[in-house]
């Protein structure tokens, strides 16, 4: 299949970008501003793409799905995963390395899924076929749509670090982190200690993102609360479709815990390092002139492009 004409949109928009950010310049400030704030959404809603869909999938099958179809819910979600995955590849919106941290995220968050629910921590309540033990096949795609997400947005905002820890290093913690989800049932609950070691090793660290043209920069720690925060909200979502329940909720829906985004934060921490190890490697940030010269006065960049 010839995917040559997907790419032509692509270059369409980078045409009307270049022509739109000529037309703002005179304008001040504040609408390049305005410009550079809608393409970071726009990239923002890409990087988002297959979480996104996979949320919508789980409100729309909650409020339209019929009762009694032949087909259950949760295979439905699942089908209809996976057959948002080939379309994403047969167009070329998702990449070779990122369809691998998928799977890869499957995996792993399925393995995870499988002792969780058989320990109680939450259930999934309906009927399906396409299941391991109590647990769904599509739930291992919510796993994954954070990997999908890191990778895409790694792509797209072409990241670059400074003060980046030693891969080795935020591998042992990844794989501190994974085992502490399992043993904390058995062992006293090590995350005191994890948090204090994400905080170590990611707390000196600034990622740096480009938008357009120029590199705007970030704590990577403060990047990883975020999207947890984001994780969190879409877990109350899942949880208010009935997708999947926790003990609490058995009588009625109620807000996930605020306790649960320090999980997620630390299950960022996990999606980062394998999404590194796979799909991308920590660059480092710009060199600090190159930085000096984005960051003179508008005056003196006269005959530079638009930012």
Not at 51 to 79: C, E, I, K, N
Not at 248 to 267: D, E, I, N, Y
Request: glycine letters at 6%; proline letters at 6%; a positive charge.
């Amino acid at each position: 299949m010839d995917l040559s004409l997907f790419a032509l949109p692509r270059r369409h928009v980078a045409v009307w970008d270049r022509r739109l950010a000529q037309r703002l310049r005179p304008h001040g400030r504040w609408a390049v501003f305005a410009h550079e704030f809608v393409c970071f959404g726009l990239k923002q809603a890409s990087a988002c793409l297959f979480g996104g869909l996979m949320v919508g999938l789980l409100l729309a099958s909650w409020r339209w799905y019929p009762a009694h179809a032949p087909l259950a819910r949760y295979d439905f979600l699942t089908l209809a995963a996976l057959s948002i995955q080939l379309l994403l590849r047969v167009t070329g919106l998702e990449s070779r390395e990122e369809a691998r941290v998928i799977w890869l995220f499957h995996g792993v968050g399925t393995a995870m899924e499988l002792f969780k629910t058989a320990v109680g921590s939450w259930a999934y309540p309906e009927a399906s076929l396409l299941r391991l033990g109590g647990v769904p096949l599509f739930t291992g795609f919510m796993y994954a749509s954070i990997g999908s997400y890191i990778a895409r947005a790694w792509r797209l905002f072409e990241f670059r670090f400074t003060r980046h820890p030693p891969l080795a290093a935020t591998v042992v913690l990844s794989l501190a982190i994974y085992l502490n989800f399992f043993s904390h049932h058995y062992l006293p609950d090590a995350r005191p200690l994890l948090f204090a070691a994400v905080l170590l090793l990611f707390g000196p660290c600034w990622v740096h993102f480009r938008i357009r043209r120029r590199y705007r920069r970030m704590p990577l720690l403060l990047g990883f609360v975020l999207v947890a925060s984001f994780i969190w909200l879409a877990e109350n979502v899942g949880t208010y479709t009935a997708a999947w329940i926790y003990p609490a909720q058995r009588h009625g829906w109620q807000l996930v815990p605020l306790g649960k985004l320090g999980a997620w934060l630390l299950l960022m921490i996990i999606s980062y390092v394998m999404v590194s190890m796979v799909a991308a490697r920590p660059r480092a940030a710009v060199a600090p002139h190159d930085e000096a010269r984005e960051d003179r006065p508008a005056s003196t960049r006269a005959g530079r492009q638009a930012d």
